[in-house]
């Protein structure tokens, strides 16, 4: 579902640290999921965030226009067709455009990096094992989301990939109430429900022995 996916992807500017990197489409539905991405995309608002009317704000850093934009040459070089949503309307400030990559490479920067931006990676797939070997060559592992009426099968994603912090049918999964980690590079320890709270705890063991 794309709505999921847009705020996975595009809230904050698509510089939250739980942000899709890439989303895996069914190749049935491949093509019609990138046409309403495409469309939803082309209706975000760039500009002032203190202005009511913007969806999509500047960048936290002033190199990071330049980074995302080397991110998607990189793509591009690889044969991958990327479609930047909003060519020529940009502000002035740390404003990029929205841009879809289409089909890349998984062994591509593109895939591989965190994007920390709104640029998404938009892949078909036939069978859920070729997304389970892809993520396993990647080295991080924050979170993932999946939409799906069958909650068994979502279960059983989630349990099969490597990654901390996991979505069914929502773009928000964290709260303060559960744990909030990431697998690989993406994090070591927890914050948030008991295992946060055991992060600040001091422990000490005594150990007796009769003389």
């Known amino acids: 579902k794309s709505y999921n996916i847009m705020i996975a992807k595009y809230r904050n500017n698509g510089q939250s640290c739980i942000a899709a990197n890439h989303a895996w489409i069914p190749k049935k539905f491949y093509d019609k999921f990138v046409d309403n991405f495409l469309e939803k995309t082309q209706d975000l608002v760039i500009g002032d965030p203190l202005d009511p009317s913007t969806t999509l704000g500047p960048l936290a ?53 965190e994007i920390f931006g709104p640029a998404l990676s938009i892949i078909p797939y036939e069978a859920i094992d070729e997304i389970a070997e892809a993520l396993q060559k990647i080295q991080y592992g924050l979170s993932g989301y999946i939409s799906t009426n069958n909650f068994k099968r979502a279960r059983d994603v989630a349990i099969s990939l490597d990654i901390g912090i996991f979505g069914v049918n929502t773009a928000t999964p964290n709260t303060p109430q559960i744990p909030f980690s990431g697998r690989k590079l993406s994090g070591i320890g927890y914050e948030g429900g008991q295992l946060g709270l055991n992060e600040f705890m001091k422990y000490q063991s005594i150990a007796y022995a009769d003389n």
């Open 61 to 113: 850093m002033a190199s990071d226009p330049q980074r995302i934009s080397k991110l998607l040459s990189s793509a591009e070089e690889t044969g991958t067709t990327v479609i930047r949503t909003h060519p020529g309307t940009l502000p002035d400030g740390n404003f990029v455009s929205p841009a879809v990559c289409l089909s890349p490479p998984t062994d591509s920067q593109i895939v591989q990096q």
